[in-house]
């Protein structure tokens, strides 16, 4: 059974500087045809080409889902990541031809809820973009709180604004402007549904208050792709293709069973959805499990991997793959 | 090729019947001899011409004939087709993939033109000829998802997805082999699913859930259920239980190849875009004793697979009872010789 949706080759049709460290790019497609229709949340895997090695990268759609004649997502620039970021700011140019695979969402709006409250810190905005034109569409009820690092990097906040008027709430960190998150959690009415897309620290921060609240975890949204972390290299027995590989410092183990030429599944490609699980057969050493998805049991078991986050240190790993 | 269709009633005289060339076409569920619940899921891509996988949503000689079926149905009971308010927008999705695939499929039966959200879809089969506004509801009939599935053979449901579960919450379901929306609407996968044997022991409803949560838009997937039925009634329903659970006891040898029908249903699920939910069309399929063993490697397998049917499936079924007589008659057609792989009928 494959989960594969076919791949969309596209054009960059647009380059937007939108600050520092945010670049927004637009897609359309080679064909001239209309995009796949999606949901707000939903997220696309861009596929590059950085100088032979391959590179897979999830990021939110920021664009209107109603807008079927292109996709627009935002990257922010990360000097200290494995360089898929870097490609893009540096590499991608109006007219390239890339890949995208078929959009995902692993961070749906609940269609129930009274009322959305959303709260993002810095490009956590993006997911929101796409949701808030759709709620806006079909005469959702919502609320954003968006908080960012300084005025000049709160991107997208005055079109925004216009946009949605007093609907939108910013903060900046600079001028020591706090979500008031309790106040604000004891505000909503019955039957709001509460979403968080950010920075690790804030989205811990918003879960735990929600909880401290009262709230019910059902009504609790969130949305945390992790980067694959850079680490030092190591070798791994795939069993079932009989080949064995070694994974680069910056590259990702499924990065490098791809490369390998040996089919894997994935959707997220960050540690959340469960699609690239696979079985452990033997480890000798130690597996730094980096997943959101593995319960501490089986991180502790040592009997499974998520490839695209997690590394291994050790003598042997032998994977069911 | 035009497709020509019958006039035939599923209900009071039944003069449901299949043609030479539907019997030929009929989705024969059987890939060997025997059978047991399994994740039988694979892509729902086209599949060779002719057959009932040449194209998303198959439209049959039946087509017109099962429509009005639906519509009497639904005049006595309305509550066969709800939709919770919020799962319009899933309506909306499966207007748009069935105006788009049948248009795309059967040009010269359907046309679905397009100008901006002004859409035209015009059903020549059915005569209709409707202009509209989509995502605005009040430009159709009826809502969405109804609107489409009284031009659609099969039954529908819609499931939105939320906290690792599917929740059946709107549907169209006229066709159904003995479950009902009105009493499942609301309920998640394993509760919904509470009454089938086995197949939870087997792991079997886990690991379909685990997959259908990462279905992708552009990937569906199908799957083949079957059970049997007497008569050729499409609606059985518990709601109409009075009218078909009494002619279970009329099974005899001298009708069991006239009146006890195979049915097979053709599920396919399909991820929508804008709401994220999942469709569900169930696509039922009937074929009579009778017609069925004019294909002989059909005749010997059924044989086999009725004979050896675990207890538990065949009263979970329904047709226990009846089984021995059913056995019986397959057996006549059954002269011991292997059959072929798979269940494409063998070269003549
Ligand atoms: C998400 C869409 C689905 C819906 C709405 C659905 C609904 C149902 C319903 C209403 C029944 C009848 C239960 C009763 O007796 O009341 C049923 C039976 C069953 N379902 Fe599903 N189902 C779905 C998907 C699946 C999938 C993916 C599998 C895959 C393995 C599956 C396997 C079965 C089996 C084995 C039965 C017993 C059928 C028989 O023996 O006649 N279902 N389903
Ligand atoms: S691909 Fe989603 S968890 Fe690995």
Known sequence: MSVGAPKIPVTVAEVTEVNDLIKRFRFVRRDGGPMP????????????????????????????????TGYCISVR????????????????????????????????????????????????????????????????????????????????????????????????????????????????????????????????????????????????????????????????????????????????????????????????????????????????????????????????????????????????????? | MGLTFNTETFRGDFTFHNSPAAIRRFPFPFDRDDYMYSVNMEPHVPGPKGTVFE?????????????????????????RCQSLPHMTLAGWDLLELIMESKARDYPDLFELHKNGNRWHWINRPMQIDQSFTFLDETTLPYGPMEYITRQAQGDFTLQDQRDDNLWIEAGMVTTQADWSLDFDIGMGFHEWHAPVPKAHELG??????????????????????????????????????P??????????????????????????????????????????????????VTIPKWGRRLHRVIRDLPVELATYKGFERNRATMVDYLARFDDGAPTSPGWMPDPE
């Open chain 2, 55 to 79: 194209h998303n949503f198959d439209v049959d000689e039946h087509y017109l004939s099962e429509m009005r079926d639906r519509a009497l149905v639904l005049a006595e009971d309305p509550l």
């Open chain 1, 37 to 68: 229709p999606f949901s707000g949340g939903a997220h696309v895997v861009v596929e590059m080409d950085d100088h032979g090695t391959r590179r897979m990268n999830p990021y939110s759609l920021m664009g209107d889902p109603a807008d079927s």
């Open chain 1, 77 to 321: 620039r990360d000097e200290a990541g494995r360089g898929g970021s870097l490609y893009m700011h540096h590499h991608v140019r109006p007219g390239m031809q890339m890949v995208l695979g078929a959009p995902v969402n692993l961070f749906a709006l609940d269609a129930r809820a009274r009322e959305h409250l959303l709260i993002a810190g810095g490009i956590g905005i993006t997911p929101f973009i796409a949701q808030m034109a759709q709620l806006e569409a079909l005469g959702g009820r919502f609320e954003l709180h968006y908080a960012a690092r300084n005025r000049a990097l709160g991107a997208y906040m005055p079109a925004l604004r216009a946009a949605y008027g007093d609907r939108v709430h910013t903060y900046f960190d600079d001028e020591r402007q706090l979500i008031d998150l309790p106040a604000l959690l004891a505000g909503q009415p019955l039957g709001t549904h509460l979403y968080v897309c950010g920075p690790k620290g804030m989205i811990g921060w918003v879960r735990a208050s929600a909880e401290a609240a009262g709230w019910p975890r059902a009504t609790v949204h969130h949305e945390e792709f992790l980067a694959p972390p850079v680490g030092v290299p190591f070798t791994v027995d795939l069993a079932a293709s009989g080949k064995v590989i070694t994974v680069g410092a910056s590259q990702s183990l499924l990065e490098a069973i791809e490369a390998a030429g040996v089919e894997a599944p994935y959707l997220c490609r960050g540690g959340a959805c469960g699609q690239c699980e696979t079985a452990v057969l033997a480890c000798d050493g130690h597996i730094q499990h980096n997943d959101h998805w593995l319960t501490d049991d089986q991180k502790a078991s040592g009997t499974r991997i998520m490839p695209c986050v997690s590394r291994f240190e050790g003598r042997t790993l032998v994977l069911d793959r």
């Open chain 2, 204 to 241: 079997v409803f886990d690991r379909a859930l685990k997959f259908l949560l990462k279905l992708q838009h552009g990937a569906p997937v199908r799957r083949f259920n079957w059970t049997m039925t007497v008569d050729p009634l499409l609606d059985t329903s518990p709601e109409n239980y």
């Open chain 2, 243 to 292: 009218v078909w659970g009494p002619t279970r006891a009329m099974i005899t040898p001298g009708n069991v190849g006239s009146r006890m029908h195979l049915r097979v249903e053709l599920q396919t699920l399909h991820r929508l875009p804008r709401s994220n939910a999942i469709a569900f069309p169930i696509r039922c399929y009937l074929i009579r004793f009778d017609e069925l």
